[in-house]
């Protein structure tokens, strides 16, 4: 009996998907993979794995010995490293979610960047602006813009940003400059419409205290790449990260407004589902991409309202 092989392969399984995908990962045989599993649920007496021809997913029993069973790997491999840290390469598969904008205009070139230096990571991109879940088996790291609303995750801050008010020329000049965040009730404002209503209200800072507005518009959409694209064409105002349209505000295709009354922080982070020991390749991640958004913070900054 492998207590450790066990849970390797177990985690292996949950962070695939498929017995199949584990075997191949593992250079084993999917009875192989089958037998451990099987073992593994009749050691502990409870299921681990629902179980299909296709797909595998954790019990809730299972989610619990997973994040164990990953944070008891994580800990033998850092002790192993620590012997010989500087013979420990970067190899493997990270998986990353972020927003659609974010990842297509700024982290896809870095991440080209960074697999020219590490060519033994494979990284594994995911874009969406609803919120992922890097529970077990989802994701290794995400980046995400404002503070953290679960405290169980861990995050790591790579650069500094805002968000700021922003339209086109053409509408401002059609619509008119807002002065006040009450103004914005006058004006067509493009929101991104999901789940959560807390997106329909835009938030600032004035000099009593946070002002929050109830904003409406024509038109709403759940792509920040759809919202942004509005904004240009002068369907009205968006609030969006200053890294997404910095490239736009120094084309003059977007203006930022109120700058009297600026938007909390929202600073880039990447984010964990583990305190725990990260694999080299992770950390070797995170490193690279915090030097880089590093370098171009100051020049995003920069673009926006004085």
């Not at 295709?253 to 992770?282: E, I, K, M, T, W």
Request: net charge neutral; proline share 6%.
């Amino acid at each position: 009996m492998d207590i450790f092989e066990d849970m390797r392969t177990l985690v292996t399984v949950a962070r695939s998907g498929s017995l199949s995908a584990a075997a191949r990962e593992l250079s084993v045989s999917v009875p192989m993979v089958s037998k451990r599993i099987n073992a593994l649920e009749a050691r502990l007496g409870v299921r681990l794995l629902y179980r299909t021809t296709r797909r595998c997913s954790l019990t809730a029993e299972g989610e619990r010995y997973f994040r164990d069973a990953q944070r008891i790997l994580d800990d033998v491999a850092e002790v192993e490293s620590s012997v010989n840290a500087a013979a420990v390469e970067a190899a493997g598969t990270v998986r990353i979610t972020a927003t659609s904008g974010f990842g297509r205009r700024v982290l896809a070139p870095l991440l080209s960047g960074f697999c020219s230096e590490q060519p033994k990571v494979h990284l594994r991109l995911s874009l969406s602006d609803a919120v992922q879940d890097i529970g077990p088996g989802r994701y290794d790291v995400a980046l995400r813009l404002g503070p953290l609303t679960d405290s169980t995750l861990v995050a790591t801050k790579l650069a500094s940003n805002r968000r700021l008010v922003v339209g086109s020329p053409d509408y401002l000049a059609r619509a008119g400059i807002p002065l006040h965040p009450q103004d914005l009730l006058a004006h067509q404002c493009i929101v991104i419409q999901g789940s959560s209503e807390a997106l329909l209200e835009w938030t600032f800072r004035g000099p009593d205290g946070p002002i929050h507005i109830p904003v409406r518009g024509a038109i709403s959409t759940e792509n920040g790449d759809v919202q942004q694209e509005l904004a240009r064409l002068g369907a009205g105002l968006a609030l969006k990260s200053a890294w997404d349209v910095a490239d736009d505000l120094r084309a003059g295709q977007l203006v930022g407004v109120l700058p009297d009354y600026p938007c909390p922080p929202a600073d880039l982070y990447a984010v964990y589902a583990s305190r725990h020991f990260q694999p080299r390749r992770v950390t070797a991640l995170v490193s690279y991409l915090k030097a880089a958004l590093q370098q171009r913070e100051a020049k995003v900054l920069a673009l926006l309202p004085p």
